[in-house]
Structures are given as structure tokens and as C-alpha cells.
């Protein structure tokens, strides 16, 4: 039996087949002229996902262009269900298809069940959907989560309703799956426990307050500056490259370090 995880799966790199930058571009093989706009769901789909698991650049284009060099772009159609798994072991991912027969119009069939599961363990899903909120002939999309409702990447849409699918639709007009190990990507903080993240936060923090530590400030603080700064109630650090003092304008306050502050003013103002 798998084990379920605690938590969502992250949300995948977003791609849109309809992004201007390449929606025209030809997805085609001799015979037609279709493009990535009209016809690049599928290895859009694919490429959300392998730029999320691997980290390279991998847009629709170069999903498109392996598509058509290795044979998968259909004449007159969209991508062969066969594209996929060659597609994501060329990276190194692993990925297959649950079922060969279609599931449209199936909502209990127990395969919708077992593909929750899957997400709910890491995976990443490709679905191939039927007509009806998805698309009026067939559509892949990229499934990351299933919780109260399916989490979708839709490669041709950014409507609610095709992103956060209700779950009784989406499994009557699911067609096919294709399961993406995601498994190490997505185990997330799982292994990180409160000693871990008060070390890691602590470290970021750090990592954080170094970029504010130099003279960077606004002209609105230009008066106040000069006030502190010439009657010492504030002192520069080690001088930064231009050889100035280093004053951290940016940083943050302790309450000890106002109370000093407090304490030099008065001085300075004879109060003590």
C-alpha cells in the first residue's frame, strides 16, 4: 500500500501554449500547418513539468521541436499518447501510462482514486481531457494535486474552473493518464523538523539582513540622517568601497539598540 504525504505537491513552472512568444510558431509536420498555439497542449504540458523536476529551461518550443524530431506530432491532430514517456526518460524522469482504453464518461471507474493517490504520494499527472469544460475535442493538461479539488496547470487557460477542477466533472471528462514521478521534488519539508527550520530560517534570516547592511536609503531620511550622524547618535561602521561609513540604514532595530539610541539623545540633550 503507498503511503500518503502531509501536505500539496508544489505547484509546476506555468507555461501557456497561448503566450505570444511562441503561439504562432509552427508544431507541424509536412502536410499541415499547425502551430504551438493550436496544437502544442501536449508537449506544453510535458515541459511544465520537466522544467519543474530538472531545473533547465524547457519551454513549449523545445517540447514542440523534440516532438516533431522523434516522430510524436500527429498529421492533422495533436501529439501521439505515445510521446510522453519517451519524452520524460530522455531526462531521466519516469513516467507511464495507466490505461490504454479510454475512461471518458467513466467517473467510477477506481482508477480516478488510484491517480489521487499518486498525487497525493508526489506525483505529477498528464491528462488527456474529453469534451466539455476542458476543451470541445481533446486536451492535455498537467495535474499536480487533488485535494477538495483537481489542481491543474491547464497549458491553453488560466479560468478557475479549469485550474481548480471540480473533481466529479473532471473525472467524467478525463480521458487517459500518464503518472510523473515527482516524487523527490515534491517530499518538500517533510524531513525537515522544527531543529532543522529554526536553522534554516535562522540562516536566511542572516543571509537576508547582510543585503540591508550598507548605506542604501531615501532622500525622504536625508535631514534625520544628517541630525544623528553629526551629533554621534549614530556611529558608522568599517567605511564600504566609496570609503564611507558604513551606517546599515536598512537594518533592523533591537530594542536594545533604540534604547541606546534613546539614551545617546538624551545625553546629548542633557536629559541625564
Given at each position: ?12 513552472v ?36 520537466i ?23 500527429a ?35 477506481p ?8 498525487l ?16 470541445s475535442?481533446?486536451h ?46 515534491n ?13 534554516m ?31 554621534g547618535i549614530?556611529?558608522g ?35 541625564v
Amino acid at each position: 500500500m503507498r503511503q500518503g504525504r502531509c501536505g500539496m505537491n508544489k505547484r509546476p513552472v506555468s507555461y501557456l501554449q497561448t503566450d505570444k512568444r511562441w503561439k504562432a510558431l509552427p508544431y507541424q509536420v509536412k502536410g499541415e500547418s499547425a502551430t504551438i498555439g493550436g496544437s502544442g497542449c501536449g508537449p506544453t504540458a510535458a515541459a511544465m513539468a520537466i522544467e519543474t523536476l530538472t531545473g533547465q529551461t524547457f519551454t513549449p518550443v523545445d517540447a514542440c521541436k523534440w516532438s516533431v524530431d522523434h516522430g510524436y506530432k500527429a498529421l492533422n491532430q495533436g501529439t501521439y499518447y505515445s510521446y510522453f514517456v519517451p519524452q520524460f526518460k530522455a531526462f531521466g524522469i519516469d513516467c507511464k501510462q495507466l490505461l490504454g482504453s479510454s475512461l471518458h464518461n467513466k467517473p467510477d471507474h477506481p482508477v480516478h482514486d488510484q491517480v489521487k493517490g499518486y498525487l497525493e504520494e508526489g506525483y505529477y499527472a498528464v491528462a488527456l481531457m474529453g469534451p466539455g469544460t476542458w476543451t470541445s475535442g481533446g486536451h492535455y493538461i498537467l495535474l499536480w494535486a487533488w485535494d477538495d479539488k483537481v489542481r491543474i496547470n491547464d497549458p491553453a487557460s488560466t479560468k478557475d474552473k479549469r485550474l481548480n477542477g471540480d473533481p466529479e466533472t473532471f473525472k467524467r471528462e478525463v480521458k487517459q493518464y500518464w503518472l510523473i514521478d515527482a516524487r523527490e521534488y515534491n517530499k518538500g519539508d517533510d524531513d525537515v523538523d522544527q531543529e532543522k527550520f529554526n536553522q534554516m530560517f535562522a540562516t536566511a534570516m542572516q543571509q537576508y539582513r547582510q543585503t540591508l547592511r550598507d548605506n542604501d536609503c531615501g532622500d525622504w531620511s536625508e535631514a534625520a540622517r544628517k541630525f544623528v550622524v553629526e551629533r554621534g547618535i549614530f556611529a558608522g561602521g568599517d567605511p564600504g568601497p566609496d570609503g564611507q561609513p558604513n551606517y546599515m540604514w536598512e537594518d533592523l532595530l533591537t530594542r536594545e539598540q533604540a534604547a541606546q539610541l534613546l539614551y545617546a539623545f538624551a545625553i546629548k540633550c542633557g536629559l541625564v
